[in-house]
């Protein structure tokens, strides 16, 4: 039979070792998930310095081609944030994950309507947390650089789609998560709202 002191000591020992046990496991638990968030990081930077290199590069407009997800439309540049990333078709996790997405059924750059983009706010959207009313904001594609102006911010419910209907005039809408620093599936979206400026056509006179 053993003595009180004997089974306190062991009783120590025991919780000593679950102790060490739990730390070490917290520890390792900690460091893979550090390990995935720099792998998503760099896989991310690739993705783009890849893309962005292949769209820098062509020089000649390639025929129009069948819109697929995945595929690059082009590039938004907000010069006063230094935000610049690709963009392609889609809003997927794995687009998501690698570039800006733009929402499929919404109005493509240059044409009429709402052209809404998706973007994660703990990386390429980050920088919208600075936006103000009248930053200028590029969209490039192989039709050229279309110009737009940030006219109003608005965070809305993750379940408002509105923010996705069409408009009757050439029309930004830039979505992200909300608020920016919120830990886990944020409950809201910060909703970035520019229209085009779209240049007179030279057979348009100018008005008086």
């Known amino acids: 039979m053993k003595s009180p002191r004997r089974a306190t000591a062991h009783s120590g020992r ?11 496991f917290f ?3 900690g460091l893979i998930a550090l390990g995935y ?3 998503v990081v760099v896989d991310a930077h690739a993705y783009q310095a890849y893309e962005q290199s292949k769209f820098e590069d062509v020089s000649i407009k390639a025929p129009p081609t069948l819109l697929v997800e995945g595929g690059v439309i082009g590039e938004i540049q907000v010069p006063r944030l230094q935000l610049k990333a690709i963009v392609v078709q889609g809003d997927t996790h794995t687009i998501l994950r690698h570039a800006v997405g733009h929402v499929p059924e919404t109005a493509l750059p240059g044409t009429l309507g709402n052209v809404v983009l998706a973007g994660h706010r703990d990386t390429f959207f980050r920088p919208l947390r600075n936006i103000r009313l009248g930053d200028a904001i590029t969209l490039k594609t192989s039709d050229g650089a279309f110009q737009y ?4 911010t608005e965070v809305v419910p993750a379940t408002d789609v509105e923010v996705l209907n069409a408009t009757a005039g050439r ?3 830039l979505i992200t998560c909300f608020p920016f620093d919120y830990i886990g599936p944020a409950p809201n979206r ?3 709202r520019a229209r085009e400026l779209v240049s007179p056509s030279p057979d ?3 008005a008086p």
């Not at 070792?17 to 730390?23: E, L, M, P, Q, Y």
């Open 14 to 24: 025991m919780s000593a070792s679950i102790s060490r046990a739990g730390s070490y």
């Open 27 to 29: 520890l390792i638990v």
């Open 37 to 39: 968030a720099a792998y």
């Open 149 to 152: 102006l940030v006219e109003s």
């Open 171 to 173: 029309t930004l809408t």
């Open 190 to 192: 910060y909703v970035v």
């Open 204 to 206: 348009q006179p100018l």
